[in-house]
């Protein structure tokens, strides 16, 4: 079987035993799921933690009236389930496939029982759980800090970053995700495009946004 990245080369620094290896890999499951479908959904119990092989995952809190806020997108090689890992509480965000996704999945009780033995292993759990910690506070600040032209910005730049640099995001992000994104309404969003695109800031292809001034979208992301 061909495991993701992540999992080969993490195995290796978590120096597993025996034991630890073989009780990992017999708790690890394959699974597909179809663009659309969740792969954890808010206010349910999750118990997995799931290794992403393939595909991309939106995270989202989901809100009154389909409105929602998506704070993060995952790709291959990434990680996901950290927050309820050793908690056994309802999940506070959904995780939905933006497109088809392969992921490998392993039960929380068998995460638990390998950090338990194995002090490496414990210390990436740890490790992971603070990026994420940080990565939502990045969120917030930007929430509370930046106007909508800030908010907007900083998406921009996120999805042209080097983590989607071998993917065509936009075909698998629409504008309503990238308003849910940026924490603003769609109305607001497709004005502050075509302020942009007339401003020759940013440049439209179809779905694809491309930034044409990076110097100036960098500035309107810092001043907000």
């Not at 809100?63 to 929602?68: I, N, P, V």
């Not at 890992?85 to 088809?100: D, G, V």
């Not at 992971?128 to 998406?155: A, P, V």
Request: charged fraction near 20%; include cysteine.
């Amino acid at each position: 079987m061909n495991y993701p990245t992540v999992i080969d080369t993490l195995i290796k620094k978590w120096n597993f035993s025996e034991q630890e290896h073989d009780l990992f890999f017999s708790a690890l499951h394959l699974i597909e799921y179809k663009r659309g479908e969740s792969l954890q959904k808010q206010g349910i119990c999750s118990n997995q933690l799931f290794f992403i092989a393939s595909g991309l995952v939106k995270l989202i809190i989901e809100g009154y009236k389909e409105r929602g806020f998506v704070f993060e997108i995952l790709t291959s090689n990434e990680i996901l389930g950290f927050n309820t890992l050793y908690t056994n509480q309802p999940n506070l965000f959904s995780a939905i496939a933006l497109s088809n996704v392969h992921v490998f999945y392993i039960e929380a009780n068998i995460i638990t029982k390998i950090s338990e033995q194995n002090i490496n292993f414990y210390q990436f759990l740890c490790s992971e759980q603070q990026k994420n910690i940080q990565f939502i506070l990045h969120k917030l600040n930007t929430l509370g800090n930046k106007q909508i032209h800030g908010r907007f910005s900083e998406s921009v730049l996120y999805l042209a970053s080097e983590k989607f640099k071998e993917i065509e995001i936009y075909n698998f992000i629409s504008r309503k995700e990238l308003a849910e994104l940026s924490a603003i309404s769609l109305d607001s969003t497709m004005k502050i495009i075509n302020e942009l695109k007339n401003d020759k800031i940013l440049e439209v292809n179809g779905k694809e946004i491309i930034i044409k001034d990076l110097e100036m979208m960098q500035r309107l992301s810092k001043i907000g």
